[in-house]
């Protein structure tokens, strides 16, 4: 049991009142959290309108490069078929021998040779050269 | 016994209703009511984070031995000793008697962490010895007589200056 005079000091003590704590800063980390989260969200959005703008950009910057490519692919495609003479004009006014080549390979890929016709690459390619 | 709280309001209440109490009993500990403050803080946003007080069966002395161990880690990690901060004060001293007030955490500060410890939680927390024990991780009649001798040792402390509660 206490003695008398520690109940006498206690209440004395008990005057004394803890001095009130300050808030929690509760108020301001949740509007720090929806701030976070609209910056993320903002910056989401941002990042899609930006592709979608770049995709666009891109369709609409791609699409004079065909038109500008399409004439000469028409050309190659209402070229003549290469025949053996083509191939003899070709390495004829060619500037290199590698370059006429080059030519030949190029038009073949594209060009279809008509029916009854023979291309002047398979025509070569029987061919026996000797060194 | 409070059972434990669910929610975010919960919490926010039992700050409201011990947090001033809690912030005295860490100043006792660290020292400085600034630090004591962060560290009441960082506790219960821990809770609010984690949305309970889990498996608390006491919500008051589980609220004092979470700040226990807060400050605990929190002087190991800076392994540090700090002197009681004689600047700022703890309490509403009765009749503005600020010498008084002074006075009483000087004493305070004279006892050792144990003694200063059981006091405050006493005193100022209001904790019976039963909870105190839970607290410290003592038994009851540890914590009391515990008591005892700190308040003794108290008064010895605060006589040496004023006897004002001699009239309280």
């Known amino acids: 049991m206490p003695m008398p005079d520690d109940d006498q000091f206690e209440r004395y003590l008990r005057q004394f009142r803890p001095i009130i704590a300050e808030p929690l800063p509760v108020g301001s980390r949740r509007p720090v959290r929806l701030w976070l989260w609209s910056l993320a969200a903002t910056a989401a959005l941002a990042l899609v309108i930006a592709a979608v703008l770049a995709i666009r950009f891109h369709r609409k910057s791609a699409t004079p490069v065909l038109t500008e490519r399409a004439p000469a692919l028409e050309q ?43 291309s002047a690459l398979e025509t070569l390619g029987k061919e026996n050269f000797k060194p | 016994m409070q059972q434990a709280q669910p929610d975010s309001s919960a919490i926010e209440t039992l700050y409201r209703q011990h947090g001033s109490q809690l912030v005295v009993f860490a100043s006792a500990l ?51 000793d700090v002197p009681l901060d004689t600047e700022s004060a703890w309490f509403d001293p009765p009749d503005r008697d600020y010498a008084a007030e002074r006075n009483l955490r000087r004493a305070i500060g004279a006892l050792s962490e144990d003694q200063r410890e059981v006091v405050v939680l006493h005193i100022w927390g209001e904790l019976t010895f039963f909870q105190i024990a839970h607290v410290l991780g003592v038994s009851p009649n540890t914590a009391a007589s515990r008591y005892r001798y700190a308040l003794a040792r108290l008064r010895d402390a605060m006589s040496a200056r004023e006897e004002p509660y001699a009239n309280a």
Do not use: C, W
Request: hydrophobic fraction near 45%; glycine fraction near 4%.
């Open chain 1, 76 to 118: 190659l495609t209402s070229a003549q078929p290469l025949t053996l003479r083509h191939a003899d004009d070709l390495l004829a006014h060619a500037t290199s021998y590698a370059s006429a080549m080059d030519g030949l390979a190029f038009q073949s890929e594209r060009i279809q040779v008509p029916p009854g016709s023979e």
């Open chain 2, 30 to 80: 660290i020292g400085e009511r600034s630090r004591a403050q962060d560290v009441v803080h960082q506790v219960f946003l821990k809770l609010l984070e984690r949305g309970s007080l889990s498996r608390a069966t006491d919500a008051k002395a589980y609220l004092f031995a979470s700040v226990r161990n807060a400050v605990l880690n929190d002087a190991k990690v800076r392994a540090r």
